[in-house]
C-alpha cells in the first residue's frame, strides 16, 4: 500500500492553512486601520474584493513555492502532520475572524 | 481639441448614468436583487451537497467510485466559486440597503457579527472547497493517508458551509425583524 502524499497536496495544505490565519489577521488590520481599509478600498473599489484578491494570490504564490521547494521535490510532512496543520488553520482562522467581531463588534 | 474632449468625457457621463438607470430599473423589475441572493444560496448548498457526497464516497474508496469522487470533488469546489461569484456581486452591489435597514432595526448584531464575520469565513470555505479537489488527486483507494486527509477536508467544507448558510439565515432574519420594527 502506497501512503505518500502528491507534492500539490502537501504544498497546497500547508498554503491554505496559511491564507486561512492570514485572512483572518487582515479582517483585524483592516478593521483596526483606517489607512490600510482605505488603501484596500482605493485599490479595486471595494474592501472586500482586494482582501478576497489578496488572499486568493497568496494561497496561489505559496502553494507554488511551497512545491518548489526541496529541489522541486515540494516540502516533506506527513500525513498526520497535515491534518492537523489544515484543521489547525481552519479552528484558528475562525476563532480570530469570530473572536475579533464578538469584542470589537 | 479640449472641446472635445469635454464632450467626450459628458457622452461616457451621460452613458454611464443612463446605463446605470436602466439596470436599476432591469433590476428593480425583474427582482434580480432576491433571485441573485437565491442563485448564491443554491450554489452554496450545491458545495455542500457535493463535498458530503465526497465523504461518503471516500469512507467507501476503490478503483470503481475514484473518478466519481474527483469529479464530485470539483463540483463542490466549482459551486463554492460561482456562490462566492453571485454572493460577492450581491455584497457589493446590493447589501448596503439591507445593511442600513439592518442597523437601524433591533438586530443590529445582524449586520455587526453575523455578516462582517461571514464574509471573511466565506473566504476561507472557498480555498477549502478549492483545496478538496487537489487533496482528492491523490489514489485514494491505494493510500490511507490520502483518504484520512480527504475526509478531513470533506467533513470540514460542509460544517463551515453549514454554519456560513445560518450566519446569512440570521442575517435575512435581521432585515426582517427591522421592517416589521418600522411598521409598529
Avoid at chain 2, 454572493?87 to 442597523?103: C, P, R, S
Avoid at chain 2, 470540514?156 to 411598521?183: C, D, F, N, R
Amino acid at each position: 500500500m502506497q501512503n505518500s502524499i502528491s507534492k500539490y497536496t502537501v504544498s497546497f495544505g500547508l498554503s491554505f492553512a496559511l491564507a486561512s490565519v492570514l485572512n483572518a489577521l487582515l479582517v483585524v488590520a483592516k478593521e483596526s486601520s483606517h489607512a490600510v481599509q482605505g488603501w484596500m478600498q482605493k485599490l479595486t473599489g471595494h474592501h472586500w474584493v482586494t482582501h478576497c484578491v489578496i488572499i486568493i494570490a497568496a494561497f496561489v504564490f505559496f502553494g507554488l513555492t511551497f512545491a518548489k521547494a526541496n529541489g522541486g521535490q515540494g516540502l516533506k510532512i506527513g500525513a498526520d502532520s497535515l491534518i492537523k496543520i489544515v484543521v489547525g488553520g481552519v479552528v484558528a482562522g475562525y476563532l480570530i475572524i469570530t473572536g475579533f467581531y464578538l469584542i470589537a463588534g | 481639441m479640449q472641446a472635445d474632449c469635454e464632450v467626450a468625457k459628458k457622452f461616457a457621463l451621460a452613458v454611464w448614468i443612463l446605463g446605470g438607470v436602466a439596470r436599476n430599473n432591469f433590476y428593480h423589475k425583474n427582482n434580480m436583487n432576491e433571485i441573485i441572493l437565491m442563485v448564491h444560496v443554491l450554489f452554496g448548498v450545491g458545495c455542500i451537497i457535493a463535498a458530503v457526497w465526497v465523504f461518503v464516497d471516500v469512507l467507501n474508496a476503490s478503483e470503481s467510485n475514484l473518478s466519481r469522487i474527483k469529479w464530485m470533488s470539483r463540483a463542490s469546489a466549482i459551486f463554492m466559486w460561482l456562490a462566492i461569484f453571485f454572493g460577492g456581486y450581491w455584497y457589493v452591489v446590493f447589501y448596503k440597503v439591507d445593511k442600513a435597514i439592518i442597523l437601524k432595526g433591533p438586530w443590529p448584531f445582524a449586520h455587526n457579527f453575523f455578516m462582517e464575520s461571514k464574509e471573511h469565513l466565506v473566504i476561507m470555505l472557498l480555498l477549502l472547497a478549492t483545496y478538496l479537489p487537489v487533496a482528492a488527486s491523490n489514489n485514494l483507494a491505494g493510500n490511507k493517508d490520502a483518504r484520512r486527509l480527504v475526509l478531513w477536508v470533506a467533513a470540514m467544507v460542509p460544517l463551515l458551509g453549514l454554519m456560513i448558510e445560518g450566519h446569512g439565515a440570521i442575517i435575512a432574519m435581521g432585515v426582517k425583524v427591522a421592517l416589521e420594527a418600522g411598521q409598529h
